[in-house]
């Protein structure tokens, strides 16, 4: 089936451009991977999975395969895409299906372009959504994940070639620039279990973990704002703008860094897996044996 362009594309955005996939589904493919808006199923992360049975090579034309290839690139930045892009091509490429970006599933929750609406893609590796700000008060949505396994599933301390490791290099030179105590405060053992949605829950009143910002000094303070946007650097300005938001809305200070000690790949002291937490954030990095990152930005409800 044919797609036709929209009169400038260089003003297409992955909303538009889910509107458009949208319009040129067949009644097949909608009962494939359609659902009401309320649907449980939306807020689903895991870290490989397929959300439905509607695979990107098998189920898709190749007009609408380039559709959700381009939705994919849109919400990550002109910098990361092509590498985000390269890491799902790798992570997917030894599926049991067709391998690859094409290997992972997709879904689609309400009508774009005439209400609330939610896209979300699945595979090894990947949860990403697009949903329009359908989602009040949610960063990109709802919870997404980012992982990578590059040269082996048990990587080396130094991870090499793995796309996201300079995120735990960023997070390390924050560690390295807390005095005794405050490490004493941010070294833990007790990471949080990888359990799909409950992965990133943020129950009311739960107890923050780590070396909060408040206790830091305006270097560290200053410090760990930049790891935070570096962390976000791989996403679209606008979900980066929509995560500090929520972020700075609860109070900056009010974030807490975590290092576990207990999952160091290499017994070299620099820590493979480490979190971001607040009362709104949940970014959950795991280096051991390779990179799962868990992400859930919202306000508190």
């Not at 990888?194 to 200053?222: C, F, I, Y």
Request: aromatic share 10%; glycine share 8%.
């Amino acid at each position: 089936m044919g797609i036709s362009a929209t009169p400038d594309d260089a003003k297409q955005t992955p909303e538009t451009l889910v509107t458009q996939l949208y319009k040129s589904l067949t009644e097949d493919q909608k009962k494939l991977m359609a659902f009401e808006f309320k649907n449980p199923l939306r807020n689903d992360v895991d870290n490989n999975w397929h959300i439905t049975k509607a695979v990107i090579n098998e189920k898709f034309s190749n007009d609408q395969q380039a559709l959700i290839r381009d939705i994919f690139n849109g919400i990550h930045s002109d910098e990361y895409a092509e590498t985000v892009m390269k890491q799902v091509e790798h992570d997917n490429a030894n599926t049991n299906r067709t391998g690859g970006f094409g290997g992972c599933s997709v879904a689609m929750f309400g009508t774009p372009g005439s209400g609330k609406f939610e896209f979300v893609l699945t595979g090894r590796h990947v949860t990403r959504r697009v949903d329009g700000d359908s989602v009040e008060g949610a960063a990109f949505g709802g919870p997404i994940f980012y992982g990578h396994a590059n040269e082996s599933f048990n990587e080396k301390p130094s991870h090499p070639g793995n796309v996201y490791w300079y995120q735990a290099k960023r997070a390390n030179e924050l560690f390295q620039a807390l005095d005794g105590k405050q490490r004493k405060l941010a070294l833990r053992t007790d990471p949080r279990d990888e359990n799909q949605k409950e992965t990133v829950a943020m129950p009311a009143n739960r107890e923050l973990h780590g070396m909060p910002v408040a206790e830091m000094s305006a270097d560290q303070k200053e410090l760990a704002r930049s790891v935070m946007h570096d962390v976000l650097a791989p996403f679209r300005n606008v979900d980066v703008e929509e995560s500090m938001k929520i972020i700075e809305a609860d109070g900056f200070d009010k974030l807490h860094f975590a290092y576990y000690s207990n999952m160091d790949v290499g017994n070299d002291g620099v820590w493979d897996v480490w979190q971001v937490e607040g009362p709104s954030t949940v970014w959950y990095f795991r280096g051991d044996p390779h990179v799962h990152t868990w992400v859930h930005i919202r306000k508190p409800v």
